[in-house]
Nanobody, 116 residues
Framework: VQLVESGGGLVQAGGSLRLTCVAS????????QGWYRQPPGKQREVVAT???????HSPESVKGRFTAFKDDAGAAMYLQMNDLQPEDTAVYYC???????????WGQGALVTVSS
């Protein structure tokens, strides 16, 4: 499974962006697990997780502002980010698992920069 992200960029505080993660390869045995981010100089942290039943969980820092969802075909996942703040500046990664190979797959990362 390969994941390709798009949609990052520079936005002013209060603005919105949507990240897209498109999967290719053996998507039949793949399911998306969620979105993560790595702020400058900090460790990677979870933004949204999606379990096998489709339930989505997010930390309080982004709840109510960020929404993760998938398309009906299961080949793409999105992260809608509203009311962005400078502390949301980070490289954002999508994550999926290949159930057949029992391996995680990661996108290449999308830089989101929020100016004050």
């Amino acid at each position: 499974v390969q994941l390709v992200e798009s949609g990052g960029g520079l936005v002013q505080a209060g603005g919105s962006l949507r990240l897209t993660c498109v999967a290719s390869g053996n998507i039949r045995d793949m399911h998306f697990q969620g979105w993560y981010r790595q702020p400058p100089g900090k460790q990677r942290e979870v933004v949204a997780t999606i379990n096998s039943g489709g339930s989505i969980h997010s930390p309080e820092s982004v709840k109510g502002r960020f929404t993760a969802f998938k398309d009906d075909a299961g080949a793409a996942m999105y992260l809608q980010m509203n009311d962005l703040q400078p502390e949301d500046t980070a490289v954002y990664y999508c994550n999926a698992v290949d159930e057949l190979l029992r391996m995680d797959a990661w996108g290449q990362g999308a830089l989101v920069t929020v100016s004050s």
